[in-house]
C-alpha cells in the first residue's frame, strides 16, 4: 500500500521558519516528480512547490518564491519543504504528492497544518 506521510507543522508566528518533511512508503517515487500543495479554510487547493525526480528541475508558485525551498532525498524516500519568511498567508494544510509514470499527481499525503500567527 502506498502512502505519503507528511510531517513538520505547526504554530509559528510571522517572520518564523519551518521545515515540512514527507515520507513515502510502499514503492520508492525517485523517478517521478513530487510536490507540495496548499488549501487555506474557504479556498481551493493550490501548487506550491515541485521538484523533478533528481532534483535538478524546481518550480515555485509566485507567492512562495524565494521564501520556500524544496528538496528531496531518494534513498530516504522524502521530499522536504523549507519555509522562511512564513506570513499568516502561508496558514494551511500542506499536502505532499508524488507523480506515478508521469501521470501527475497520482498520490497524496493526509496532509500537515502549517498556521502563522501575525
Known amino acids: 500500500q502506498v502512502q505519503l506521510v507528511e510531517s513538520g507543522g505547526g504554530l509559528v508566528q510571522a517572520g518564523g521558519s519551518l521545515r515540512l518533511s514527507c515520507v513515502a512508503s510502499?514503492?520508492?517515487?525517485?523517478?517521478?516528480?513530487m510536490a507540495w500543495f496548499r488549501q487555506a479554510p474557504g479556498k481551493e487547493r493550490e501548487f506550491v512547490a515541485t521538484?523533478?525526480?533528481?532534483?535538478?528541475?524546481?518550480r515555485y508558485a509566485d507567492s512562495v518564491k524565494g521564501r520556500f525551498t524544496i528538496t528531496r532525498d531518494n534513498p530516504k524516500m522524502s521530499v522536504y519543504l523549507q519555509m522562511n519568511s512564513l506570513k499568516p498567508e502561508d496558514t494551511a494544510v500542506y499536502y505532499c504528492?508524488?507523480?506515478?509514470?508521469?501521470?501527475?499527481?497520482?498520490?497524496w499525503g493526509q496532509g500537515t497544518q502549517v498556521t502563522v500567527s501575525s
Open positions: 510502499g514503492r520508492t517515487f525517485s523517478s517521478d516528480a
Open positions: 504528492a508524488a507523480a506515478f509514470n508521469g501521470i501527475k499527481y497520482l498520490y
Open positions: 521538484i523533478n525526480w533528481n532534483g535538478g528541475i524546481t
